[in-house]
């Protein structure tokens, strides 16, 4: 069977995956809707694109060959040479990337004027000109031309440069009306497409390392799921692995320890109510556990002093049916005692007449109480001596006390000194720091008197002096540093031997304190001793006297027997309702 910290771990990753997975699935299609959108988006603004840039193309033509025109008209050139120029210019001319754009001339009468690549077909009638669908080529970029000025385009299948590729195109033609030549040029399609599979590649491969960085995300936060379920089980399972402990204490009848919960949620609601029925509990075992102690000693007043409430009622009953019980008998069988005492005071009437076969046994117990009398006497004296040890002990731990406390001021004392020591060696590693720079400036004034030649000798005997003054304080203060360790480790030991005497002198504290109480004990018990025998002996005078009046006469005897025995024969039959081990 799976634990439920297993469960919620499991729980929560399967809440997550599919979370995460909803969300990444819904991330995917939105993802491949903006790049599809994107892409269609694209496309149309790269045939847009094409077709201005072939529009643009034509139209700069156009106002190539309104130039040349305008210097016909002012008659600079002849129309001849004008068109001449006009069509050298335009096939000459290439555009885009690869400089694979051109333009043709037709005009009006379905006749190619000018073709960079069909040269051969110049002057040709291209009015039947159609594609491989049946579209009539040149007819139809006639209509759409002549139904607006500005020009149109026009899709069909043609032949590429190389002479053998057919592919479809999209042309722009517009008329230049002094002329009549429709000036055309073109993109074909299917190079548009091949950029445009560029750009859908390259989404694409955004879209797959979007996918990819989703699926890594999805991963991570799994593995985050998983950490924080493991985290979060164990922190939601401690407060129930804490009532499972107190249920097993209470299984065990163990009320020692509360269940210790802050929270304010169902765990803490569960744990005040657990530790109110843990208490009540406890007070209910207590109350019956202090009524049958009561009942133990012979105290059948008692009452019970908590509510018992459910279950436990029933045990408050039973309680207050026992005690009610138990008081009654009690009652029954005193007054039954009661009877018993009448008859012994017959008895006892009767017994006095047995006076004079007591004499000896009267003469026994004087013989017994005098010696009693001396074990009194013997055990007072006991008791005096022991008080008087106990007052020499007391004394005596006065002195060790003070002789502790003078040996706590010694080691104080010796660690005064300890201190004053340390601050000696500090003063003497200061002297020797001065010693060893007196040294080294000596040594440089011996190097500068060197340099200084005759001038510099009388210094430098004053350097060596110095020299040699300062290697002597080096050693004296070197001498005075061993002296100093030893002395230091003289009072360490001092110190060491000091506190191990207070520590004796505690212990010696400690023995005679507990010899004090053993001396305290032995005079109790002797003064205890003394008064039982003091007491035995006022008894032993007593039952002498007894002794000495005891006597009875057989009739009075027999007369008191017969009405003992029917007061047993009553008790007895009062006893029967009990139910009594048999005796082996």
């Known amino acids: 069977m799976k634990s439920v910290k297993i469960i919620l771990i499991l729980l929560n990753v399967f809440i997550v995956l599919i979370s995460v997975s909803g969300i990444g699935i819904t991330a995917r299609v939105e993802l491949e809707r903006q790049i599809e959108t994107s892409l269609t988006e694209y496309k149309d603004t790269l045939y847009e694109g094409y077709d201005n840039a072939v529009k643009y193309q034509v139209q700069n033509i156009i106002a190539l060959l309104q130039g040349i025109y305008h210097r016909q008209a002012t008659g600079e050139i002849t129309e001849e040479d004008a068109k001449k120029e006009a069509i050298s210019y335009i096939k000459g001319i290439r555009y885009g990337e690869d400089e694979e754009g051109y333009f043709w001339i037709d005009d009006l009468n379905y006749i190619l004027i000018a073709h960079p690549i069909l040269e051969d077909q110049e002057g040709n009638n291209r009015y039947d000109l159609e594609d491989q669908n049946g579209v009539k080529i040149i007819q139809e970029i006639i209509k759409t031309v002549n139904s607006s000025l500005e020009g149109g385009f026009n899709e069909f299948y043609y032949t590429k440069a190389d002479g053998v590729t057919v592919a479809p195109k999209r042309a722009f033609s517009m008329l230049f009306e002094p002329w009549g030549w429709i000036i055309s040029t073109g993109n074909y399609i299917d190079d548009i497409n091949r950029v445009y599979s560029v750009q859908e590649q390259a989404m694409e491969a955004q879209l797959q390392h979007q996918v990819d960085i989703t699926n890594l995300c999805v991963a991570l936060v799994m593995i985050i799921a998983i950490i924080i379920s493991i985290i979060s089980s164990q922190v939601f399972l401690m407060p129930l692995k804490k009532i499972r402990e107190l249920a097993n204490r209470l299984s065990n009848s163990d009320f020692s320890e509360p269940l210790n919960i802050k929270s304010k949620n169902e765990f803490g609601q569960t744990a005040q109510a657990l530790n109110f029925a843990q208490d ?243 005079a109790k018990d002797s003064k205890k001793q003394a008064d039982e025998s003091e007491y035995i002996n006022q008894e032993m005078e007593t039952i002498s006297l007894v002794t000495q009046t005891n006597s009875a006469t057989v009739e009075q005897s027999a007369a008191s027997s017969e009405e003992l025995n029917q007061q047993a024969i009553q008790m007895k039959q009062m006893t029967k309702q009990f139910r009594l081990k048999t005796e082996i």
């Open 280 to 522: 009540k509990l406890k007070s209910y075992i207590h109350d019956v556990s202090r009524q049958l102690s009561e009942m133990s000693d012979g105290n059948f007043t008692v009452t019970s002093e908590v509510e018992y409430h459910g279950e436990f009622n029933k045990i408050g009953q039973s309680l207050e049916k026992i005690i009610a019980s138990m008081n009654q008998m009690l009652l029954e069988i005193n007054e039954a005692a009661n009877q018993v005492s009448l008859g012994a005071d017959q008895v006892s009437l009767g017994t006095q007449q047995l006076a004079s076969a007591t004499v000896e046994q009267a003469s026994s117990v004087q013989g017994i109480s005098n010696k009693m009398a001396e074990i009194a006497q013997q055990a007072k004296l006991n008791s005096q001596n022991a008080g008087q040890a106990q007052e020499y002990a007391g004394e005596m731990k006065k002195y060790i006390e003070v002789g502790t406390q003078k040996m706590e001021e010694l080691i104080l004392s010796i660690q005064d000194i300890f201190k004053a020591s340390e601050s000696i060696e500090k003063i003497n590693k200061n002297i020797d720091d001065i010693a060893f720079q007196t040294n080294l400036l000596a040594l440089n004034a011996t190097v500068e008197a060197a340099h200084a030649g005759e001038a510099g000798k009388g210094f430098s005997v004053v350097a060596d002096e110095v020299r040699n003054l300062a290697q002597k304080s080096g050693e004296s203060a070197n001498d005075a540093q061993e002296l100093l360790e030893t002395c230091m480790a003289a009072v360490r030991k001092g110190t060491n031997i000091a506190r191990q005497t207070a520590q004796a002198l505690h212990e010696i504290v400690r023995e005679n304190a507990e010899t004090q109480k053993l001396i305290k004990e032995i």
